[in-house]
């Protein structure tokens, strides 16, 4: 087996952006084994007592139009006077712009603290966005919309101790995202030798 070089991974990390669904190819499809590929190795994320809570469910052709009208009907129902039309609107339309949504459950092992458990299916996400982004493929994880309503649950196989923790947009890069930026890592590190 070949490894990629440490530069090809500097790369791989250093490059991946959030790609929006504006900067979407419409109409574009990703290819189902591609799918597969990126939820094999998001499912190789690190996860302590090897629980593997993350849960996926993947929504593309007419199950785009299922996810926008449940999402979108979930929040009209849910947001009593802080309901918006334009975020209504958006969450009625957006996914069908994109080639699949993955919504991000975690399926909740009592034996650890929860806190292990969002880590490690943000681990499996982060896989999923490198592996998305070496497909030269455009994502981002999404945790707006309805991510943290309860009665959402259900409708992605979640049980009640379960949490969904947001969607993971992926499409073809129409337009492509800007370099991104960062301060210096020594600003953020505490060295102790």
């Avoid at 190819?25 to 939820?39: F, H, R, S, Y």
């Avoid at 459950?105 to 603290?113: I, Q």
């Avoid at 497909?135 to 379960?162: N, Q, R, V």
Wanted: a neutral charge; proline letters at 7%.
């Amino acid at each position: 087996m070949s490894l990629p070089s440490p530069d090809q991974v500097n790369e791989l990390i250093r490059t991946r952006r959030s790609v929006f669904v504006p900067q979407f190819e419409a109409g574009k499809v990703i290819p189902d084994d591609i799918i597969w590929q990126l939820l094999e190795n998001a499912s190789y994320a690190p996860t302590h007592k090897r629980t593997e809570p993350w849960r996926f469910t993947v929504f593309t052709g007419a199950g785009l139009q299922q996810l926008a009208d449940f999402q979108a009907d979930l929040y009209q129902r849910t947001a009593g006077p802080k309901f918006n039309e334009g975020k209504h609107e958006k969450l009625r339309e957006l996914p069908l712009r994109c080639s699949h949504v993955i919504a991000l459950g975690l399926h909740r092992d009592p034996s650890l603290p929860e806190i292990e458990e969002v880590e490690a299916v943000a681990c499996a996400v982060q896989n999923l966005a490198l592996s998305a982004h070496a497909y030269g493929l455009g994502g981002f994880w999404s945790s707006g919309g309805i991510t943290y309503t309860e009665e959402a649950k259900a409708f992605f196989g979640l049980g009640p101790a379960d949490k969904l923790l947001g969607f993971f947009n992926l499409g073809y890069v129409r337009v492509p995202a800007p370099a991104g930026k960062r301060s210096p890592v020594q600003d953020k590190v505490r060295w102790v030798a």
